[in-house]
């Protein structure tokens, strides 16, 4: 597989995002295990919070992952979702129509659907 499959979630304990692999540890609490300074680091995260990368970048070259939300242009934002087996984002008036993942590269991040506190 050539694709990296990357998450992100929040850590309430850091008060920030963390990227990495995921898995489940004792009553469903999801974990985020990262690679720093050749160590591993497990850091719990809210489950709610947690979105998978969708390999493509925005405008200003940051990651996009779901549950984010994306600007445009004409005062539309979006939302990244996995829909009908691929990566779109949706817009806040789900009109039908996407935005395919190769256009998320035109868009600005401007937050996501989980904020935290």
Same mark, same amino acid.
């Given at each position: 597989m %050539?694709r990296?499959?990357?998450?992100?979630?929040?850590?309430?304990?850091? !008060?920030?995002?963390?990227e990495?692999?995921?898995?489940? =540890?004792?009553?469903?609490?999801?974990?985020?295990? @990262? =690679?720093?300074?050749?160590?591993? !680091? =497990?850091?719990?995260?809210?489950? #709610?919070?947690?979105g998978?990368?969708?390999?493509?970048?925005d405008?200003d070259?940051?990651?996009?992952?779901?549950?984010? @939300?994306? =600007?445009?242009?004409?005062?539309?934002?979006?939302?990244?979702s996995? @829909? #009908?087996?691929?990566?779109?984002?949706?817009?806040?008036?789900?009109?039908?129509?996407?935005?395919?993942?190769?256009?998320? %590269?035109?868009? @600005?991040?401007?937050?996501?659907?989980? !904020?935290?506190?």
């Amino acid at each position: 597989m %050539k694709r990296k499959i990357l998450f992100r979630g929040w850590s309430e304990d850091l !008060q920030k995002w963390v990227e990495g692999g995921i898995y489940t =540890h004792q009553n469903d609490v999801v974990i985020i295990h @990262k =690679h720093g300074n050749n160590l591993m !680091q =497990h850091t719990p995260v809210n489950p #709610d919070s947690v979105g998978q990368f969708t390999g493509m970048l925005d405008i200003d070259g940051n990651k996009v992952f779901e549950g984010m @939300k994306l =600007h445009r242009y004409l005062g539309v934002y979006w939302t990244v979702s996995f @829909k #009908d087996s691929k990566w779109v984002a949706i817009p806040e008036t789900d009109s039908g129509l996407y935005l395919d993942a190769s256009q998320f %590269k035109e868009c @600005k991040i401007t937050g996501n659907t989980f !904020q935290p506190n």
